[in-house]
């Protein structure tokens, strides 16, 4: 037996209209706060990614879009090939890239300056329930890195999915401090100075 399923009242989108924002959960991060609570979950977020063959324009007009910093650059089957981060397309080594190859800057496309695959290094999501947010910047601080890939098993019990990622500026931003757009690391001294002890 089918159930008929009648259509829902609807009504014209407004002018002036905006969209709903996340409300803040109100718990003050601390770098004693455990370390899941500033990991951005994949579960829960979708991961924003983008082809290895686009340009880099069009991958910083994505972030600006989505608000973050950091693309994962996968092929039509979702498997990851790499990272691209804001730093990378808005500093020197697009330019140099196009310079050491006689091209323009506006025909550098992700894969040309994108960390390969093989070069990134994971947190591995089972060993993330004991971290604490210092936990955190401490590995960013010692990698000198903006940005962290978490990993767990695959489907199938094999392999790797990348679960989450942790930013070092979503961090700066939930610890209430703020960090110099060119600054790499914040050493633990600066953060508790700046949360005031």
Same mark, same amino acid.
């Given at each position: 037996m089918s159930r008929i399923y009648q259509p829902l009242s609807h009504r014209p $989108? &407004?002018? /002036?209209? =905006?969209? =709903?924002? *996340?409300?803040p959960s109100g718990k003050q991060v601390r770098l004693d706060s455990p370390a899941i609570e500033v990991m951005t979950d994949l579960c829960k977020v979708p991961a924003a990614t983008i082809d290895a063959d686009a340009p880099l324009d069009a991958a910083i007009r994505f972030m600006i879009r989505r608000g973050v910093r950091l693309l994962l650059v996968a092929d039509d089957r979702r498997h990851v090939l790499g990272l691209i981060t804001s730093?990378?397309? $808005? %500093?020197? &080594? *697009? #330019?140099?890239? !196009? #310079? @050491?190859? %006689?091209?323009k800057r506006q025909n550098v $496309? #992700? =894969? /040309?300056?994108m960390t390969p695959r093989e070069r990134l290094e994971v947190l591995w999501y089972a060993e993330l329930p004991g !971290? @604490?947010? %210092?936990? #955190?910047?401490a590995t960013l601080k010692a990698t000198g890195r903006q940005h962290a890939l978490v990993a767990e098993p695959g489907p199938d019990g094999a392999g790797q999915t990348v679960r989450g990622i942790f930013s070092l500026s979503q961090i700066a931003r939930q610890l209430g401090v703020s960090i110099p757009p060119t600054e790499v690391a914040l050493t633990f001294a600066e953060i508790e100075a700046a949360l005031g002890g």
């Open positions: $989108l &407004l002018a /002036d209209v =905006q969209f =709903q924002h *996340p409300a730093t990378d397309i $808005l %500093g020197e &080594l *697009p #330019v140099t890239f !196009a #310079v @050491e190859r %006689g091209a $496309l #992700v =894969q /040309d300056i !971290a @604490e947010v %210092g936990h #955190v910047v």
